[in-house]
């Protein structure tokens, strides 16, 4: 009797495991920033947004259409790290700005509103797997005033 028991709950927590096993989950970090000088691109002008709603779209590569959509919210550093289950190796799937909780840094830099992911351990074949979106960011409605000097030094360092 008991070791009917003993295999009955065995076979029960083997059950509630498999889905466990068998479902791709990923982990998607990525950082939304305020780009204070409006160049297009990080400075060390720039700050991090905590309180971003960040999104993540997924299209089916044939119809265009959207098949699967989630959301988070940036933490005290500007990263959000959002969970999707489920492989995505059918779809296009990226990561967007969907609000800015700053009312004078929220025109998302159309340079920089979204980010391409791929979701899918076909190719590698590990679950669990971290993928790293590329920074997004928004910019602030006016320059700052050390602006015009700090991209001066942007420029020419990229020339060299
Ligand atoms: C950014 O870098 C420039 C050039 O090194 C420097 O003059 C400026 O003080 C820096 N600004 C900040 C906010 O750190
Ligand atoms: C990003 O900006 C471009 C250019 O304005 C626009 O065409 C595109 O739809 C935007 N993408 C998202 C996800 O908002």
């Not at 498999?18 to 305020?34: E, Q, S």
């Not at 002008?45 to 997924?58: D, H």
């Not at 790290?81 to 700005?97: A, F, G, M, Q, S």
């Not at 979106?133 to 030094?153: F, I, R, T, V």
Request: proline share 4%.
């Amino acid at each position: 009797m008991a070791r009917i028991m003993v295999l009955m709950l065995l076979s029960l927590s083997l059950i509630s495991i498999l889905p466990l096993l068998t479902t791709a989950m990923f982990h998607v970090k990525g950082c939304v920033y305020c780009d204070t000088c409006r160049a297009g691109f990080e400075t060390n002008a720039t700050f991090y947004i905590q309180g971003a709603t960040v999104g993540i779209r997924c299209q089916d590569r044939k119809t265009m259409n959207q098949v699967f959509y989630t959301e988070g919210v940036t933490d005290s550093t500007g990263t959000y790290n959002i969970i999707v289950e489920n492989d995505h190796h059918d779809h296009i799937c990226k990561t967007v700005l969907v609000k800015s909780p700053i009312a004078w840094c929220n025109t998302p830099d159309p340079g920089r509103n979204r980010s391409s992911i791929v979701l899918s351990h076909y190719k590698n074949g590990v679950l669990n797997h971290l993928h790293y979106a590329n920074s997004m960011g928004y910019l602030k409605d006016e320059p700052l005033p050390q602006c015009h000097q700090l991209l001066q030094y942007y420029l020419s360092d990229s020339d060299i």
